[in-house]
């Protein structure tokens, strides 16, 4: 069974930095890609960012393009999102997805299989 488990999420003033971790568990990184998402409230959930099982490739909204940067460390099967430059409408729960086959750059969140249970990232001064 597939498990994805995020970390890092808190309270932080606008420019801060924060970093996201998901652990992942029932698979390996080397096949599977890993997406992340988020739901601010009263708005419908929204791809961040991914990255790609199969060479690496990475992705990410136009929103948080040059300030986020998503990568993984296959060995301890875990996949980071470093926020930088963290604004107030970055406010959210983040979110970490996984699917084993999906278009390259998918941000769709129909179609990622597993979910974690989210981790709250609130910038404000």
């Known amino acids: 069974q597939v498990q994805l488990v995020e970390s890092g999420g808190g309270l932080v003033q606008p420019g801060g930095s924060l970093r996201l971790s998901c652990v992942v568990s029932?698979?390996?990184?080397?096949?599977?890609?890993i997406g992340w998402f988020r739901q601010a409230p009263g708005k419908e959930r929204e791809g961040v960012s991914c990255i790609s099982s199969s060479d690496g490739s990475t992705y990410y909204a136009e929103s948080v393009k040059g300030r986020f940067t998503i990568s993984r460390d296959n060995a301890k099967n875990t996949v980071y999102l470093q926020m930088n430059s963290l604004k107030p409408e970055d406010t959210a729960v983040y979110y970490c997805?996984?699917?084993?086959?999906?278009?390259?750059?998918?941000?769709?969140?129909?179609?990622?299989?597993?979910w974690g249970q989210g981790t709250q990232v609130t910038v404000s001064s």
């Open positions: 029932g698979t390996t990184l080397d096949y599977y890609n």
């Open positions: 997805a996984t699917v084993d086959t999906v278009v390259a750059g998918s941000m769709i969140t129909g179609d990622y299989d597993w």
